[in-house]
């Protein structure tokens, strides 16, 4: 007890710079495999290279600028290494043993090598033949009652042609049952641009951030999670326009950046700022921000100044009037109590706005894991629509997507609730007759697993054990299965919660070469700005037994449906002729494999950023939602006393989604520990605890379940009163499978009631990650 404890250490230096190079090469240096390592990351981005598996930020066509960051490094090095997870590796620890050790552990032991096979009686995974193991399953698939008795997860790296070859594959055996890591991400995103501008994905590209005046910035860490975002920014900022940044927390990666790959800022430890102004708003505040923003601008309005653009409003909008009835109505009390901003604070941002002719709002998922998500955008949509920021040059809604194709998986028709247009096409293109209804996404997958509907699961990569909410529910759900596949490169969680036919199918990644018979292939990927890009692999895989997502789905299909509706493994021989499907398919993309040839990629085009309204009014459809009386969750509300405490689930530095590279938190000041809980000072006194005291967190919910996470230790920090923040993975056995968004059903990882209890002394055993 008398250790001294060095969690946490302040961190004073600027984003990126010394401290991202020193992280790199430390990385580089643990992965086994340093020289073959840092050959591929100079491929990184490269018009001959492949995609950054890190994120979905775009990039400006420019062959001479090296294209990676520390988190970026970080993913492919992960992904590079020479490490092996094999059949002796199965043959020396149990599954058992195995789920004793940390996700971190797990991920660490290298790539899968082998099809492996769960023995229950040994309990042990034993390896089998690819044919065998898609036989098996493939049995399993056609003996169930419906398809529907079946679930297809999707994790968003896959390529274009695995997604839209495995969407084929699943509509032909005869579901939408889609369940997708978007579901998690940004489906309130999708849901409110759709509903509002007629497409669900975001109107900017990265040239017109070169071109806007401000840049709003809600509730993401780029700093962490989308590195390559600060160049931008920073950009932004030394042309004098503007960057408000609204964080619930002071993020050190969103303050200043040095760019590691400019000399002279290196060597003089010098650094650019990314913001000028940043509002530290309460958790689910910034819907009530913008209110307060857009009541700040019609009040100058009422004072004869013109700052609506009443031009766009009445040639492009619909429902304006009582959008603005709606804000008159809200009162400054709700606003600045929900916000947690000044009046002086908003009138700051109110001023930036109307002064600037182009703006953009860009988002993540300080946005999108509400319960008021849907709302939140839709008041973003009408803030930006106000002042007629949306389809002009150097404005626009930017959702900031995560997993680095998750947009494009969508475009090829990941959904479970599909457009018929899609639907119709498919039904022409390969005569047959897909299924219409409407399909399970990620939480009603759980609860039909739990109540028995879907007794199969697999899954294109991902870590749905972990990532999902309910830890406890979850595990039960997916050993109530009878089925479990995974299409993994890494050993996770989702392998070690077996059920009686538990298949791990390993597959390659992004970074390595991917060989079929008509030569090495490339696939292609979608980011956040509607480019599509090739992607070819530049490693050598470790095993002939790792098989491409093509090629496992092409397998798959073949031992379920014959050739029906096409031959499979011809398909697969080379992927110009899946890319030519698409292209028959997907309107967008005609003549894809030629287009696919473009530098840099080629630009899908955007209908909203052409001011063409695909809503059924054929305008921008202007919602009047009442800002909530509360963020909470309606069925956690009559538990509410005065200890309760918002949660939002985050992630640190050192992770990619559940996969943990390591135990710090650079920016945040966090060392060798992730069972850290961030709270305002003032809360810490309020309720009797200690810095660094151990605690546990109990979640309040309507139910009679009780959801804890014990061993957190405190840590004060500069976060709102009544907020407090802690890491997912770890916090998920805390959201309640039912607390999902109005509209979006996504679990509301940001916004969880949650009350502390100091640990018992007695029984603590810091679970290390
Ligand atoms: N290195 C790395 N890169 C990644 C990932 C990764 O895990 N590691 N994950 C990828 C994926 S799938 C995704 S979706 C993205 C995620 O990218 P982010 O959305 O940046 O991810 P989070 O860590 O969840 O960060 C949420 C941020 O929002 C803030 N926040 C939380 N609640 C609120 C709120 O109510 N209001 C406001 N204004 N701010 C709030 C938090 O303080 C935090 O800074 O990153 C992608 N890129
Ligand atoms: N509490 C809380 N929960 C959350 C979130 C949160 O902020 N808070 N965020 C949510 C979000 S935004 C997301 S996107 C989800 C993420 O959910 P997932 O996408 O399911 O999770 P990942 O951790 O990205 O999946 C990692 C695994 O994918 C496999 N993998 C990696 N690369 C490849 C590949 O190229 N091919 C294949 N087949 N497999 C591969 C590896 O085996 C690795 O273990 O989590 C969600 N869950
Ligand atoms: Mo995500």
């Known amino acids: 007890?008398?250790?001294?404890?060095?969690?946490?250490?302040?961190?004073?230096?600027?984003?990126?710079?010394?401290?991202?190079?020193?992280?790199?090469?430390?990385?580089?240096?643990?992965?086994?495999?340093?020289?073959?390592?840092?050959?591929?990351?100079?491929?990184?981005?490269?018009?001959?290279?492949?995609?950054?598996?890190?994120?979905?930020?775009?990039?400006?066509?420019?062959?001479?600028?090296?294209?990676?960051?520390?988190?970026?490094?970080?993913?492919?090095?992960?992904?590079?290494?020479?490490?092996?997870?094999?059949?002796?590796?199965?043959?020396?620890?149990?599954?058992?043993?195995?789920?004793?050790?940390?996700?971190?552990?797990?991920?660490?032991?290298?790539?899968?090598?082998?099809?492996?096979?769960?023995?229950?009686?040994?309990?042990?995974?034993?390896?089998?033949?690819?044919?065998?193991?898609?036989?098996?399953?493939?049995?399993?698939?056609?003996?169930?009652?419906?398809?529907?008795?079946?679930?297809?997860?999707?994790?968003?790296?896959?390529?274009?042609?695995?997604?839209?070859?495995?969407?084929?594959?699943?509509r032909a055996y005869g579901t939408n049952n889609f369940p997708d890591c978007s579901n998690m991400c940004h489906e309130a995103s999708g849901y409110a641009l759709t509903g509002s501008i007629g497409i669900g994905k975001g109107t900017t590209t990265i040239e017109d951030f070169e071109h806007a005046d401000a840049v709003f910035v809600f509730g993401q860490n780029p700093g962490t999670n989308h590195p390559r975002m600060l160049d931008t920014l920073r950009e932004v900022v030394e042309r004098g326009a503007q960057v408000l940044t609204f964080n619930t927390l002071r993020e050190r990666g969103l303050e200043r950046f040095q760019h590691p790959q400019n000399p002279v800022e290196m060597l003089t430890n010098g650094s650019k700022p990314l913001n000028t102004a940043y509002f530290t708003p309460k958790i689910g505040g910034d819907m009530a921000a913008i209110r307060g923003i857009v009541k700040l601008m019609l009040e100058m309005e009422d004072q004869g100044e013109s700052v609506l653009d009443w031009s766009f409003i009445n040639e492009h909008t619909q429902g304006v009037n009582q959008y603005l009835c709606q804000v008159r109505s809200t009162s400054w009390s709700h606003i600045t109590e929900q916000s947690g901003l000044t009046l002086e604070e908003l009138q700051h941002a109110a001023n930036v706005y109307c002064n600037s002719d182009k703006v953009i709002c860009t988002w993540a998922m300080g946005i999108t894991q509400h319960t008021h998500s849907v709302a939140t955008i839709h008041e973003i949509v009408n803030f930006l629509s106000l002042r007629g920021n949306i389809g002009k040059v150097g404005a626009g809604a930017c959702p900031v997507r995560g997993h680095s194709n998750v947009q494009g998986d969508r475009t090829m028709g990941i959904n479970e609730r599909p457009a018929d247009a899609f639907l119709d096409s498919l039904q022409s293109h390969f005569n047959f007759t897909p299924p219409r209804e409407h399909g399970l996404a990620v939480v009603p997958t759980i609860q039909a697993m739990l109540e028995g509907h879907v007794k199969a699961f697999i899954a294109l990569g991902g870590n749905f054990a972990a990532a999902t909410p309910d830890t406890e529910q979850t595990y039960e759900a997916l050993s109530n299965c009878d089925l479990n596949v995974q299409i993994s490169t890494k050993l996770n969680r989702s392998h070690l919660v077996t059920c009686a036919n538990s298949y791990i199918l390993p597959c390659l990644g992004r970074t390595d070469i991917d060989t079929q018979s008509s030569g090495p292939q490339k696939v292609s990927v979608e980011d956040s700005f509607s480019m599509v890009h090739s992607s070819g692999g530049v490693v050598t895989p470790l095993s002939e037994q790792q098989k491409s997502e093509p090629f496992i789905i092409a397998l798959l299909a073949q031992a379920t449906l014959g050739k029906h509706p096409i031959d499979w493994m011809k398909k697969v021989e080379n992927y110009d002729d899946i890319r030519n499907d698409i292209a028959q398919v997907i309107p967008a993309f005609s003549d894809f494999n030629e287009r696919l040839k473009t530098p840099g990629g080629f630009y899908l085009g955007n209908s909203a950023r052409d001011r063409k309204w695909n809503t059924p009014s054929k305008s921008i459809l202007i919602h009047a939602h009442t800002l909530p009386e509360s963020i909470v969750h309606k069925k956690a509300r009559s538990k509410l006393t005065d200890k309760t405490l918002v949660l939002q689930t985050l992630r640190s530095h050192d992770q990619y989604n559940t996969t943990i590279y390591g135990l710090n938190d650079r920016y945040r000041g966090i060392k060798g520990e992730r069972r850290v809980l961030f709270m305002n000072p003032a809360d810490i006194e309020r309720l009797g605890f200690k810095s660094k005291q151990l605690v546990d967190l109990t979640s309040l919910w309507d139910d009679d379940k009780t959801r804890t996470a014990p061993h957190f230790k405190v840590i004060p920090y500069d976060i709102p009163v009544g907020n407090i923040a802690a890491y997912y993975p770890e916090t998920n056995p805390l959201v309640p499978l039912d607390s999902l968004g109005d509209y979006s059903f996504t679990p509301t990882s940001k916004s969880i009631a949650v009350e502390l209890t100091a640990s018992d002394s007695m029984n603590i055993s810091i679970q290390s990650t």
């Open 1 to 170: 007890m008398s250790k001294k404890d060095d969690t946490v250490e302040s961190y004073n230096g600027p984003a990126g710079g010394w401290g991202a190079l020193q992280s790199t090469t430390k990385h580089l240096l643990q992965s086994d495999n340093a020289v073959r390592n840092i050959n591929t990351l100079l491929k990184t981005n490269q018009p001959h290279g492949f995609d950054c598996p890190g994120c979905a930020w775009g990039e400006k066509h420019d062959p001479s600028r090296i294209r990676f960051c520390e988190n970026g490094a970080k993913a492919v090095n992960w992904e590079a290494t020479s490490r092996v997870v094999d059949r002796s590796f199965f043959e020396k620890y149990s599954v058992s043993w195995l789920k004793e050790q940390s996700d971190y552990f797990l991920e660490y032991q290298g790539r899968l090598t082998e099809p492996m096979r769960y023995n229950p009686k040994s309990d042990h995974y034993e390896p089998i033949s690819w044919q065998e193991a898609c036989n098996q399953i493939a049995s399993k698939l056609k003996s169930l009652d419906s398809p529907n008795e079946a679930a297809f997860y999707t994790s968003g790296r896959a390529s274009n042609e695995a997604a839209f070859l495995y969407q084929l594959f699943v």
